[in-house]
């Protein structure tokens, strides 16, 4: 959508403005994943897939709640850092649960399909 487009009407001026702020949530919950994702593998490695799993989820769950309700756009902002904390964990913890289930002949047909909704739907 072109800038004229959104300086020409008076309702779009809001739309616009929304769309560059939730950008910036946008831009902490990607930041702290991709910052986050390595270090979450080594916790996985020493603590456990699932249980590193599981408290991603609920953090990342807490989050979103947090910034539904939230009073204030920088706690949106920082409940998206939080949820992007909460989503690093999902690749390291799920990669090393699937290659614990399946036997070795198999991991390759295991795990070529398994990043296939994320690449069609856009969300890596």
Request: charged share 10%.
């Amino acid at each position: 959508m072109p800038y004229s487009w959104c300086v020409s009407r008076s309702k779009a001026r809001l739309f616009c403005n929304l769309r560059s702020e939730l950008g910036l949530a946008l831009v902490a919950f990607n930041a702290l994943t991709a910052v986050f994702q390595t270090p979450a593998g080594f916790l996985v490695d020493h603590v456990g897939a699932r249980i590193v799993l599981i408290c991603g989820l609920l953090l990342g769950s807490a989050a979103v709640i947090v910034a539904g309700v939230g009073v204030s756009f920088w706690v949106f902002v920082a409940m998206f850092a939080l949820a992007g904390l909460g989503n690093a964990v999902y690749h390291p913890a799920d990669y090393a649960m699937l290659s614990d289930r399946v036997a070795s002949e198999r991991i390759g047909r295991a795990f070529s399909p398994f990043p296939l909704p994320a690449s069609t739907t856009g969300s890596r």
